[in-house]
């Protein structure tokens, strides 16, 4: 044992034995008994387990729930979205991020059409299925999100919905109290491992587990910072023409309206690419059956575009904080071992998949065509570049039709690593627990930080 922990050692032993040292023979304690600088595992679990409760149950907005649906589908959901949270956050993440940029993009939408009120919250309530479109001829009511009510709204078949941001903060039920307790368990916990570090007092690969949780999560909710949280019921839009009319109006421009599979107004957005829709039916599971469908789903593939780098960085540094581990004290070798292989499983999938991602997305879009036009065949390359509109709308398309089978094949085996790479971690962290370093059960001094004479 080094001198480091010989001092750590004598230094806990001392505190935990002042109490008994300075007891009488009545077995009474006499005078100032200072606070003991030490914490039991318990203290480790509480800290931890809370933060990633509330972290992921606070941060958490689901869309609108169908109006058929009761409290206890709403609360399963959530229940299983908080489970993929702490799986998987990064996944959140990027659903969360794909939602902002969706919003984001409904702001200059309207605002070209001229309607300068509408704003980025607006955006993420009429994503999320805040608006149910009532048709005049029977047609049971569905959900619509923002590009398809600005198409009805440009094409005259519905005003421009007057909704203010109290009516939607209204409907919203966000628990400004709850924050605060989240910022400040959350705030707790980069403390502590920050004061331990500084101290250099051994931190668990719980507390490691956790932290990186708590970065994923406030991450996640920047993106959704204003998203509506937990609206329970939609606002009805009564349409004023029946969506027969709209379709023969919408073929006569052009647009492609038969056999539409989600909403009758598929042709403006049909909600793909997502994983009920695309994924489940490439692998001929069930699909939800309900058509026109009642509520927007939480599992929609996000459109980055151009905002992959941000989130690549993002995702990367949530791995990166479990190689911090790399030289933490572990029980066993073998165990010690495998967290350093899952940490660089976990680091190197996540990176190997934006490579993938990014070289797909240059593949929906034609832009492997073009550089190869401009590198070996540059007489051609006019010609290449000429058509990059319609690669664009093929691109547009393919995006729809995810997951191309390469695609799948290729991102197959980075998902089992990964998973595999996870499950170790999360089991790890509470089997590490069983035989910690002696300065893991000490406080951090925090007086060493405090001004004084």
Known sequence: MTASNDTTSQNLTTTLVTAALTASSNGRIYGWVNQPNSRGTMDILWACLFTIFICTYV????????????????????????????????FVLTVASGQW???????????ESGYKQWTIRHGFFADMGGF?????DGTPPFPIASKHLHWLVTHNYLEFPEVTKEEMEDKSKQDKFAK???????????????????????????ELFSLAIVVCSFLTAWCWLHKPLDVGTPIKLPLRTSIEEILQAASGEGAVVDDWQQTPLDFIEDFRPSWNLNVQAFMHLKIPTTRP??????DSFPDLNGYQGYLCVA?????????AGWNLTFPSKIELILWRVSSMFLFGTTAVFWIFEKAAAWHRNGRWQRMFFRVFKPKRAGVAMMDKAVAE????????????PFEFWSILPLAILYGVARLYLIVEVFLGLRELELSAYLNVDWSEYLPHV
């Open 393 to 404: 709308r093929e691109g547009k398309r393919l995006r729809k039709d995810l997951p191309l």
């Open 315 to 323: 995702t990367l540094g949530y791995a990166a904080i479990h190689l």
């Open 132 to 136: 149910l479109l009532v048709p005049s």
């Open 293 to 298: 469908i009642s509520r927007i789903g939480n």
């Open 101 to 111: 940029n969706a919003a984001r993009e409904s702001v200059i939408l309207f605002h």
């Open 180 to 206: 605060f307790i989240t910022l400040f368990q959350a705030g707790y916990l980069v403390l502590q491992c920050i004061g331990r570090a500084a101290q250099r007092l051994a931190v668990t690969t719980l």
């Open 59 to 90: 941060m958490l907005c689901l869309n609108v729930p169908a109006t058929s649906e009761g409290m206890w589908r709403f609360i399963g959901r959530k229940l299983f979205w908080m489970g993929i949270a702490l799986i998987g956050p990064e």
